[in-house]
């Protein structure tokens, strides 16, 4: 029992998201912005929440645009879609994480291979739209889809 506490006690817990969807907005823009998302989202194991792992696939979507090697930025977006996929695949009915998906797909070069959710996406964040709670994702969500 006491060994359970302390265990407890140890773990690192999961970043606050709002700081996260802030430093994600930003790691788009600024090479410093995703060097610190990804350090935030470091302690987020497989077995965090989906929306977790699906920010900490979309950290290393971002290294993969910042990196200057094409085999280093082939592994980011490669380890980055394999959390993303995953976190989806845990969770399909977070539109949070769909927004993040739809967003990354949209920005890739074809080369990549990795638009065959956007039409998905785009229907389901437009039918879940007005069920957020989240004010400010929601605001985020429909000037993205006006865009």
């Known amino acids: 029992m006491i060994l359970m ?3 407890s006690l140890l773990q690192v817990s999961e970043p606050d998201p709002q700081r996260v969807r802030v430093l994600y907005e930003a790691a788009a ?3 410093d912005s ?3 998302l990804t350090q935030l989202l470091s302690p987020v194991t497989v077995d965090g929440t989906p929306l977790m792992r699906c920010y900490k696939g979309a950290a290393n979507m971002l290294e993969a645009k910042y ?3 094409p085999f280093t ?3 980011y977006f490669g380890k980055g879609k394999d959390w993303i996929e995953q ?3 845990a969770d399909t009915s ?3 994480m769909r927004y993040i998906r739809l967003a990354i797909q949209e920005n890739l070069p074809a080369i990549l291979n990795y638009k065959a959710a956007i039409a998905k996406d785009r229907a389901f964040l437009k039918a879940q739209l007005k069920e957020l709670k989240d004010p400010a994702l929601q605001s985020a969500i429909t000037k993205y ?3």
């Open 29 to 31: 823009f600024r090479r």
């Open 5 to 7: 506490i302390l265990l």
């Open 94 to 96: 977070q539109a949070e």
């Open 145 to 147: 889809l006006e865009r």
């Open 67 to 69: 990196a200057k090697d």
């Open 87 to 89: 976190a989806i695949a």
């Open 34 to 36: 995703s060097l610190r």
């Open 73 to 75: 930025k082939l592994a």
